[in-house]
C-alpha cells in the first residue's frame, strides 16, 4: 500500500519526523512530494531557506520516506497522486477538508499537527535572535 504527502520540509523539524513516521506506518511505501521553489513562494510569499535540492536531499535521507518528487503545481495533485498509484493521501490537519476532492482515487487522512512548533515560528525565532550573538 502506497501513502503520499505533500511539503514544503523546510527547516526540518520533529513535527515534519513525526508526520513521516505516522504517513508511513499507514503503508508499505511512504512518497513525498517537496514543494518546488517557486511552488513554494507562490504558497508562503517567501522562498524557502533550503534549496529545493538540499530539500529533497534531506528527505531522501529519511528512513520513513521511500521516494521524493518535486511538486510544481496544487492543481497537479490528483495527477501526482494517480501517478504513484496512492492508496492514501495523508496530510497535516491544518489542511483538513482541503483535500477532500481526491477521496474518489485514494482515502484521504489528516494527521494532527504536533502542538506548539512550526517551521514559521521557529524563522520567526531565529529573525528575532542579534546576529552579533
Not at 1 to 19: E, K, P, Q, S
Not at 27 to 41: A, F, I, K, Y
Not at 72 to 88: G, T
Not at 98 to 113: A, H, P, S
Amino acid at each position: 500500500m502506497t501513502v503520499i504527502t505533500f511539503g514544503t520540509f523546510d527547516i526540518l523539524h520533529y513535527g515534519h519526523i513525526r508526520i513521516l513516521k505516522r504517513a508511513r506506518e499507514m503503508g508499505d511505501r511512504l512518497v513525498v512530494g517537496v514543494s518546488s521553489d517557486t511552488l513554494n513562494e507562490r504558497k508562503k510569499g517567501r522562498k524557502p531557506v533550503y534549496s529545493q535540492e538540499e530539500r529533497l536531499a534531506i528527505l531522501t535521507a529519511i528512513r520513513y520516506v521511500d521516494e521524493v518528487f518535486v511538486e510544481e503545481s496544487l492543481e497537479l495533485k490528483r495527477d501526482y497522486i494517480l501517478q504513484h498509484k496512492a492508496d492514501k493521501l495523508v496530510m497535516g490537519n491544518d489542511w483538513a477538508g482541503k483535500f477532500d476532492e481526491f477521496n474518489d482515487v485514494c482515502e484521504v487522512i489528516y494527521l494532527e499537527r504536533t502542538p506548539s512548533i512550526s517551521t514559521t515560528s521557529i524563522i520567526e525565532v531565529v529573525k528575532g535572535i542579534p546576529e552579533n550573538l
